[in-house]
């Protein structure tokens, strides 16, 4: 699964990867044969799970980083490939977890340029 991109998951203590089905799978209520559809909000649900689980790292004092595997298909079929996920599922984001090996701070990028009221 390692590529030139992703050299750096080795370091880690646990990699996550966090995979939504493309698909949903609806069975109709009055017992019909099940439907599927595309499952059109599994960017918007990986995105919000993938912040999610940064904040839950943070948290417990882990460090962890978002790494962009879609829309790539160069960074998201090694993955896809080695975890032989079904064709309808898509890694959407790797984050590698594991104990900061320094004390990095947050950096403050406060601009108030870049607040605006009522208008752009």
Not at 33 to 43: C, F, I, K, S, Y
Not at 93 to 105: C, F, K, L, R
């Amino acid at each position: 699964m390692i590529n030139k991109t992703f050299t750096f998951l080795a370091l880690a203590a646990a990699v996550i990867v966090l995979c939504a089905d493309t698909t949903v799978t609806r069975t109709p209520r009055d017992g019909g044969a099940p439907v599927v559809r595309p499952n059109g909000t599994w960017r918007d649900d990986l995105g919000a799970s993938t912040e999610n689980l940064l904040l839950a790292a943070e948290s417990l004092g882990l460090g962890a980083v978002w790494t962009a595997s879609y829309p790539y298909k160069d960074r998201y079929m090694p993955p896809k490939t080695a975890l032989g996920l079904p064709d309808t599922v898509i890694p959407y984001s790797i984050v590698p977890v594991g104990y900061p090996a320094g004390d990095e701070q947050p950096k403050d990028k406060w601009d108030p340029a870049r607040i605006h009221y009522g208008r752009w």
